[in-house]
């Protein structure tokens, strides 16, 4: 594969995990309720279902949810009951205001389980994989379902590094959140609204 060809393909990744999303948002609220480790964690768990979607963009896989209406509905419709399981477990932990200290720490690998399923039960991720991995394949280069997956990893890797630095930043701001009482109170309501939204956007039709 072409070095330059490879630049191009992380500039273009590098944008589109900036842009706001269920991913970024995902690890910026986990930080700021959870501290900047768990914002780590849930974001190598985001990550480690890029690789899941990889495989399957790579595999053919994602282009049989493609077709099939009912499985893909079935996915956005696992994927929305996850995150309103997880906007609930928030409402549970937003009743009391809250210190950085008295923050209820969730276990590291709790958190790493979390950002897999939120990821690998997002359809629409899948879809976009399969759409954007391809355009970077070079004719010629060798098999394209390597390439594929090198793509991914790439893509993989670059994600880490982003969403390493946001939790550590959005960690930091949790924590100055949370020095004020009448702010703490609502952190955990504030996920547990985003998670709700998220997942109800997940099934609604597109426009």
């Not at 209406?69 to 009951?81: I, P, R, S, T, Y």
């Not at 399981?85 to 979390?114: M, N």
Request: hydrophobic residues 55%; glycine residues 8%; proline residues 5%.
């Amino acid at each position: 594969m072409d070095v330059s060809h490879v630049a191009y393909f992380l500039a273009a990744c590098v944008l589109l995990t900036l842009m706001p999303g269920p991913d970024i948002l995902f690890v910026i609220m986990q930080s700021i309720s959870q501290g900047r480790k768990a914002g780590i964690a849930t974001a190598l768990g985001l990550c480690s279902g890029v690789t899941v979607h990889t495989l399957a963009a790579a595999l053919g896989i994602s282009a049989i949810i493609a077709q099939s209406a009912a499985l893909f509905h079935a996915l956005k419709v696992a994927g929305a009951c996850y995150l309103l399981y997880l906007a609930w477990q928030a409402v549970r932990e937003g009743h009391s205001a809250l210190t950085a200290e008295a923050v209820p720490q969730l276990p590291l690998p709790e958190l790493y389980k979390r950002g897999i399923l939120m990821n690998v039960l997002n359809p629409k991720v899948s879809l976009f994989f399969l759409a954007f991995l391809p355009q970077f394949v070079t004719p010629g280069a060798g098999s394209a379902a390597m390439q594929m997956i090198v793509l991914g990893l790439l893509f993989m890797l670059q994600a880490i590094v982003i969403f390493t630095i946001v939790a550590v930043f959005a960690g930091s701001l949790g924590r100055k959140l949370f020095d004020n009482p009448r702010i703490g109170r609502y952190v955990n309501l504030a996920k547990a609204g985003l998670f709700a939204f998220i997942g109800i956007r997940l099934v609604l039709p597109e426009e």
